[in-house]
């Protein structure tokens, strides 16, 4: 049942559909009815991948996804560098969020940015039976006196929190007072919530627009002189130095970043961001709700870009100079043309050695259809894709990026994921650090692809060099040939 070069598509469709039968197969009978609704073969031309996603994981079922409390500090809030994030609760979620991700950003640590650092409330037993108010206070207390160049706090609620029924939100008010009016942010973030780490986002999404938005006084002085070229990064979180190596291209073409949301990010540029005349968006899951807000209270425009890849990069360049002049529209131009050779020559080094090369995705955000573009770039062919915690509304934009027969699978199992490499047979996975060492043990060529397995940036013109390099290290190293996989055995 392994990819051959000279398979068809109706064979390809029959193949995979024969493959998610064969993995239902061993689940119990009810179990099987409830995953086979978020596995499925993608028909072109239609509007949707044709899966159910965004509901709660079949229990007993492994799954990948992380919880909302993940979704708002670890990704939202977390890497907004002047604030102070207080894990509150249990030292646990604190401790196994501390530091996880390579969100980049410039400034001196304890100083006046606190990213890779850990601040919990550590509840221990008595504060369960007695509540944990009193505690964040005296938390806040000796935050202020340690760190006094924080510009801003933050309370990421773990789970105990809600069930307590802690009032974060009374003790910030009285914080923040107390402190001369100084920006905190209760966040009700508690793990239970949602179905994934993806209510986390909206939860972070929210908490922006009811304690900094709604916070600005519309009638102060502005803090800088607006320009008919101002953008701001939504969406980026700095991984390996991914909004660094977007904002050059953006600052090429003529625009004036004004604020990255979140990675490098600062408090400061959140309350800037309504004076933008574009959001330009690039994981619409994380954010898209603060875009369509700003949209709806502040009438800025926003669209979504992908800069993975030359061919889309310069898709996405165009489309945002369409929202400007003529300017803005011949540096987009320009900085397409002056970037090209560089791509020529990427593209004529590294896609020789992956050309035909096939790749199966599971990743979270906006990865497993972003990312697409760029191994087609190379000349590689993505055989199945999926998300951990996507909507439908994700997988409605997938199929603008798949090929017909694609294998589709939501919140895909730890069975079901390895069936289907082991199967398929693709060259390459991409997935996350909890599947790494599964494949890697099978012989199977893999990338870790959250946090760009320790490099990147993978984003604009530099980070495509950097993605084929990558891809190319993992699939030809000699290091497959001292290994076998299991159905080679």
Known sequence: MSLTKTESVAEIKARNKQLIQDVLSVYPEKTAKRRAKHLNVHEAGKSDCGVKSNIKSVPGVM?????????????????????????HGPVGCGQYSWAA???????????????????????????????????????????????????????QSECPIGLIGDDIEAVSKVKSKEYGGKTIVPVRCEGFRGVSQSLGHHIANDAVRDWV????????????????????????????????????????????VIAQWSG??????????????????????????????????????????????????????RKIAGFFDDKIKEGAERVIAKYQPLMDAVIAKYRPRLEGKTVMLFVGGLRPRHVIGAYEDLGMNVVG????????????????????????????TGYEFEKFVEKIQP?????????????????????QMHSWDYSGPYHGYDGFGIFARDMDMAINSPVWSLTKAPWKS
């Open 63 to 87: 799954t990948i996804r992380g919880c909302a409390y993940a979704g708002s500090k670890g990704v939202v809030w977390g890497p907004i560098k002047d604030m102070i994030h207080i894990s």
């Open 101 to 155: 991700r390579r969100n980049y950003y410039i400034g001196t640590t304890g100083i006046d940015t606190f990213v890779t650092m850990q601040f919990t409330s550590d509840f221990q037993e008595k504060d369960i039976v007695f509540g944990g108010d009193k505690k964040l206070a005296k938390i806040m207390d000796e935050i202020q006196e340690l760190f006094p160049l924080n510009n801003g706090i933050t309370v």
């Open 213 to 256: 938005f709604d916070k600005l006084d519309p009638n102060a002085a502005p803090r800088f002189e607006p320009s008919p070229y101002d953008v701001a990064i939504i969406g980026d979180y700095n991984i390996g130095g991914d909004a660094w190596s977007s904002r050059i291209l953006l600052e090429e073409m003529g625009l004036r």
């Open 264 to 317: 490098d990010g600062s408090l400061a540029e959140l309350e800037a961001t309504p004076k933008a005349k574009l959001n330009v968006l690039h994981c619409y899951r994380s954010m898209n709700y603060i875009s369509r807000h700003m949209e709806e209270k502040f009438g800025i425009p926003w669209c979504e870009y992908n800069f993975f890849g030359p061919s889309k990069i310069a898709e996405s360049l």
């Open 385 to 412: 894709t999926g998300y951990e915690f996507g909507h439908n509304d994700d997988y409605q934009r997938t199929t603008h990026y798949v090929k017909d027969g694609t294998l589709i699978y939501d919140d895909v």
């Open 427 to 447: 060259d390459l996975v991409g997935s996350g650090v909890k599947e790494k060492y599964v494949f890697q043990k099978m012989g199977v060529p893999f990338r």
